[in-house]
Nanobody, 125 residues
Framework: QVQLVESGGGLVQAGGSLRLSCAAS????????MGWFRQAPGKEREFVAA????????YYADSMKGRFTISTDNAKNTVYLQMNSLRFEDAAVYYC??????????????????WGQGTQVTVSS
């Protein structure tokens, strides 16, 4: 069983930065690709970024590339999403997810097997 718990969401001013964290079980880090997704009201869940279990490779949605950075700290069993230059359209519930390691490179929510509860990011003017 995989446990994923997000934290770090909150209210941030447009142009500001926020770092989200996802605490995961050791099993998750040894066997899975880790990802971040987001979902705004009325929209489908959207891929943000993903990273290999050991943090050596990552990939991003085009709209997030250059502003967001995904990283891991295996010693802490934690995945991070650093978000910079935040915009109003970045407001959403952000979810941490895990997929089998063979799914690396995939971007669809149904390719990821385990999910956290989500953390809300709100962007103000």
């Amino acid at each position: 069983q995989v446990q994923l718990v997000e934290s770090g969401g909150g209210l941030v001013q447009a142009g500001g930065s926020l770092r989200l964290s996802c605490a995961a079980s050791r099993r998750t880090f040894s066997s899975y690709v880790m990802g971040w997704f987001r979902q705004a009201p009325g929209k489908e869940r959207e891929f943000v970024a993903a990273i290999t279990w050991n943090g050596d490779m990552s990939y991003y949605a085009d709209s997030m590339k250059g502003r967001f950075t995904i990283s891991t700290d295996n010693a802490k069993n934690t995945v991070y999403l650093q978000m910079n230059s935040l915009r109003f359209e970045d407001a959403a519930v952000y979810y941490c997810a895990a997929a089998p390691r063979t799914a690396w490179g995939r971007r669809k929510p149904n390719d990821f097997d385990y999910w956290g509860q989500g953390t809300q990011v709100t962007v103000s003017s």
